[in-house]
């Protein structure tokens, strides 16, 4: 059996997590699951932002793969212990991304030692990514 590695001693580097996805199938399971689709994955901050854009759809997709790569950054995956609403990305005054956390997911972050979650997000009209790095400060 493969065990997690340990975090070498005076790093803060708790936990990385990457995803990338086709801003069709967002798009896709936006128009043909609509409502339903975007109120299980997307709060209703991020539904607010993505739908102020004039194509929501890569902003959707972003937010998407954030959430699956802070799910990889916490070592869970998507489920149980981690769902699609304990994320949210929020902006700062220059429109910088931040990560919002659930109490459940915050949880998570104390329990891995973790302080803090870096996030950068980048989206073409195909694809978008997310990085997320949990650093302990």
């Known amino acids: 059996m493969i065990s997690v590695p340990e975090i070498p001693s005076g790093t803060n580097v708790i936990g990385v997590g990457i995803d990338t996805i086709e801003v069709s199938r967002i798009r896709d399971s936006i128009?043909?699951?609509s409502g339903h689709f975007l109120n299980k994955i997307f709060t209703p901050g991020?539904?607010?932002y993505c739908q102020d854009k004039s194509d929501p759809a890569p902003f959707y997709a972003v937010r998407f793969a954030s959430k699956?790569?802070?799910a990889k950054?916490?070592?869970?995956?998507?489920g149980k212990e981690f769902g699609w609403l304990?994320?949210?990305?929020i902006h700062?005054?220059?429109?910088e991304p931040?990560?919002?956390l659930s109490d459940a997911a915050k949880n998570i972050l104390e329990n891995l030692g973790g302080t803090h979650i870096l996030v950068s997000l980048t989206h073409l009209s195909t694809t978008a990514s997310a990085v997320v790095i949990i650093i302990n400060s």
């Open 73 to 78: 950054a916490f070592r869970t995956g998507m």
């Open 31 to 33: 128009e043909n699951h």
């Open 92 to 95: 700062g005054d220059k429109g």
């Open 68 to 70: 699956e790569a802070i």
């Open 86 to 89: 304990d994320s949210e990305i």
């Open 46 to 48: 991020e539904q607010e």
């Open 98 to 100: 931040f990560v919002q």
